[in-house]
């Protein structure tokens, strides 16, 4: 819905084609799954499906009903679910629309082996547990799961594991080292790295590389930014001054009074707050742009409104443009910026922007320049 409060996320679609191919450029040699679960990080799926269609080499996600809903959009490529299937159904819709289905543990092979009809080709990734311990076969379950596929007939398997560790520093290498022991003399397809690996670790791509975070502009490390990486950012997260108050020194602001002025100051309060998805730990100093100059925000996050520092910007006022996160016309806040200062990352700020927030999908302009 589009409504007169003026909060808005605007999207850019033209920096996640932008974004994939500098993950492309990265992993020459691999083809990428373009990462779109989770409603393509709060991108919207759709907004990503299209900016991708005509070059993503597959997209990955989590829910069957989204991956038919992508066939029945004419989607062609491969298509992973990164969980696998959860039910009988998604045993056989895997196998009616060319799903290529994760299967990271005894249960699932059990469950598609049970369910699905093997007299034409099927794709899987079986998921190896190399060191995260979240999914995934072990030394263990693997035999096992080997014979059973060798009773398959026209079966196509890829090899996968997940990194943990792939942004930090102990890498990725300790990961690889299990991924060849459990692999053994594996010569078939194997698909390792998100987008961590692919910007980091050349050795640790694989056939297919799953970039996720980079596709929406944001940095997986904490080290390195996300313009440093020549990351074009994708959501801006936007709205007005609706509010001015001038303290003296010694006001406080907002819910618990957790800002004091030690001087006299010049406050706005802005149409963004922790029901629109702002992070509500964002403390005071966090980054915030308004009228194109930088500023903090002061106070408490309550849950429809912020306050920020608009005593260096007195050209500002009501109706005043602000950017939250992003690249807009208020100025430019990286998401990992605020992120960082809320404790969290920006895969998390991109998710949470709620349903109430309008999205604006920037166009490109006539000559089908982004
Ligand atoms: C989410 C996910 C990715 C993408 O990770 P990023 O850090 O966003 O690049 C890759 N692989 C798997 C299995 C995932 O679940």
Redesign the pocket.
Known sequence: MKTSRPIRARIAPAAILHNYRLAKRHAPQSKAWA?I?ANA?GHGQWRAVDALRNEADGF?LLECENAVALREAGVTQPILM?EGIFSARDARAVIEHRLTSVIHCPEQLELLVRNGRFDTPISLCLKLNTGMNRLGFTATTLPKAWETLQQLPQVDVTL?T?FAEADGERGVSWQLEGFRKLAGDWAGPVSLG???A?LRHPDAHGDWV?????LYGAS?FADQSAVELGLQSVMTLESAIIGVQELAAGDRVGYGGTFTADRAMRIGVVACGYADGYPRHAPTGTPIAVMGRRTRTVGRVSMDMLACDLTDIPEAGIGSPVTLWGQGIAGTVPADEVATAAGTIA?ELFCAVAPRVPVVVDQPDVAGRP
């Not at 799953?210 to 980079?214: E, N, S």
């Open positions: 990462v679960k990080y990955a990164l996968m997940h998100n987008s961590a692919i799953r970039p996720g975070i980079m997986p895969y």
